[in-house]
C-alpha cells in the first residue's frame, strides 16, 4: 500500500492476511484453538517468548484482522474485539476503575449503557457522576481527586447531541484522566476521536461496522500500550471474546462503510430538511441542520450530519404524545421497527418505550427522552419512499 491511503482504501485493504493458498477474500479462521509443534512451543507461546496464537478467547486471525482494520480506520495504533458493545463497555471500565474510583460520564447514553453505570457499578464500588454534555463547567466541576475516566457518546443517542471532544480532552489531560468516545453514530467514515484528542474510541459493530444487520461486535481501540498491556491481558481472562465468525462478517462489512455512512447521511440530511418543514413535527434534532444549537461544533468535528435523525412529534401531554409517536411508528410500510440501527434497512424507533424503557421516569427525564421523541436511523432506501412513509403515519 502506499504510505497514506485514504480512508475507503483502508476500509477494504487494511488488516488483510493472506494463508498459503492465496484466497481473495479473506480466510474464516472458525477455530478454538491452535497447535503447537512441540511442548516447547507450546511453552514458549503461553509464556510470550514467542508471537503466535494460542487460543481464541486471547486471540484469533480473523478477529485480529478485524482489529488491525478498525485501529487503521480510527487512526489508532491498536484495538481490542468484543462480543458486543456492552462487553467493550464493560472491559473499558473495568481495565480502568477499581472499587473507589470516580468517572463523569454525558448524561444523554445509550439506554443500556446509562443503566450500567448507574445501577450495576454502584455494587462494585464505582461511583458515576452524570453531567450535561455540553456544559464544560458541569465537567470540569465533577472531577474529583479518584476520578479516573471521562466517558460520552457524539452525537449521543438518541438525541444526537454533541460533546466538545477538543476541550474534554484537554479536561483529562490535565487531570491524567483517560477519555473515552463511543464513536457509534458516525463511526470512522465520519469521525476519528482520536485525533480530536480522545485516549480510547468503544464501538458497538453491531451497528454501523456491520451496517447489515447480522452480527453482534463491539471494540476497544486506543494506543498499543493501552490496549495491549491493559485492556488484552483483563480480556484474555475474562472472556469477552468477539467469536471468529462474528469477526468475519464485521471485517467484510467495513470494507463498504465508507460509501454506506456517506450516503446514508446524505439521505438524513434530506429526510431531517423535510421533517423540519412539516407541519405535525414540533422539533428535528440533527447535527447536520443549522437549527441544531451545536452545528457548528459538529460540522468541525465530522464530516456530514450522520446517519441518525430524531424528531418529536406533537402533543398536548405525554400520553398524546406516545399516541402520536406509536401511531407514525404503526403506519411505516418501508420502515423495519426495531431497536438496532445502523443496517442498509432503516430503522425507526420510539426510545421512551424501548432502548430507555427501563429507565426510571426522572431517568429518563434527565436523559432528555420524552414520549414524543422518535428516532429514525437512515438505510440505504430511495429517501423519497422514507417520506411518504412518515408522512403516512404523521
Ligand atoms: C447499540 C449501542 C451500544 C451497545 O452495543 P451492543 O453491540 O448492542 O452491545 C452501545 N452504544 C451505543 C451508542 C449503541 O447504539
Not at 493458498?21 to 511453552?43: C, K
Not at 478477529?63 to 478498525?70: H, I, K, T
Not at 467493550?88 to 449503557?113: C, K
Not at 465533577?142 to 444526537?160: C, D, H, I, M, Q
Request: glycine share 8%; with cysteine.
Amino acid at each position: 500500500m502506499q504510505d497514506d491511503p485514504g480512508f475507503d482504501t483502508r476500509a477494504i485493504r487494511a488488516g488483510s492476511r493472506r494463508t498459503e493458498f492465496n484466497e481473495h477474500s479473506e480466510a474464516l479462521f472458525l477455530t478454538s484453538s491452535f497447535v503447537f509443534d512441540n511442548a516447547a512451543q507450546a511453552a514458549a507461546r503461553f509464556s510470550g517468548d514467542e508471537e503466535g496464537f494460542v487460543y481464541t478467547r486471547a486471540s484469533n486471525p480473523t478477529v485480529r484482522m478485524f482489529e488491525e482494520r478498525l485501529a487503521s480506520l480510527e487512526g489508532a495504533e491498536d484495538a481490542l474485539a468484543t462480543a458486543s458493545g456492552m462487553s467493550a463497555i464493560l472491559s473499558l471500565v473495568m481495565t480502568v476503575m477499581s472499587a473507589g474510583d470516580h468517572m463523569v460520564a454525558a448524561r444523554s447514553l445509550f439506554g443500556a449503557t446509562v443503566q450500567m453505570f448507574s445501577n450495576i457499578l454502584p455494587r462494585f464500588g464505582i461511583q458515576v457522576s452524570f453531567v450535561d454534555i455540553a456544559d464544560q463547567q458541569a465537567w470540569a466541576d465533577a472531577v474529583r481527586p479518584n476520578t479516573k475516566l471521562l466517558y460520552v457518546e457524539s452525537p449521543s443517542n438518541p438525541l444526537t447531541e454533541i460533546a466538545d471532544i477538543g476541550a474534554l480532552a484537554a479536561l483529562a489531560k490535565q487531570h491524567g484522566l483517560l477519555l473515552a468516545v463511543d464513536n457509534c453514530f458516525c463511526s470512522p467514515a465520519l469521525m476519528q476521536p482520536i485525533k480530536l484528542g480522545a485516549d480510547v474510541v468503544i464501538h458497538s459493530a453491531t451497528k454501523y461496522l456491520d451496517g447489515q444487520g447480522r452480527v453482534l461486535g463491539g471494540a476497544i481501540v486506543g494506543s498499543r500500550e493501552f490496549i495491549h498491556e491493559k485492556a488484552l491481558p483483563l480480556a484474555r481472562t475474562m472472556g469477552p471474546a468477539l467469536s471468529p465468525f462474528n469477526a468475519w462478517v464485521l471485517f467484510k462489512g467495513m470494507e463498504t462503510l465508507g460509501v454506506r455512512v456517506r450516503a446514508q447521511s446524505e439521505s438524513a440530511l434530506k429526510l431531517a430538511q423535510w421533517l423540519q418543514d412539516h407541519p405535525k413535527v414540533e422539533r428535528v434534532l440533527y447535527p447536520g441542520l443549522t437549527s441544531h444549537p451545536q452545528h457548528q461544533l459538529a460540522m468541525r468535528q465530522q464530516r456530514m450530519g450522520g446517519p441518525i435523525v430524531s424528531f418529536r412529534v406533537e402533543g398536548s401531554d405525554d400520553a398524546s404524545r406516545r399516541a402520536a409517536a406509536w401511531a407514525v411508528i404503526d403506519a411505516c410500510q418501508v420502515m423495519s421497527v426495531t431497536a438496532n440501527l445502523g443496517d442498509v434497512r432503516t430503522t425507526i424507533t420510539h426510545p421512551a418505550s424501548t432502548t430507555h424503557g427501563r429507565l426510571t421516569p426522572e431517568a429518563r427525564a434527565a436523559a432528555g427522552i420524552d414520549q414524543g421523541l422518535l428516532r429514525v436511523a437512515v438505510g440505504l432506501e430511495c429517501v423519497e419512499d422514507l417520506m411518504v412513509d412518515l408522512a403516512r403515519g404523521l
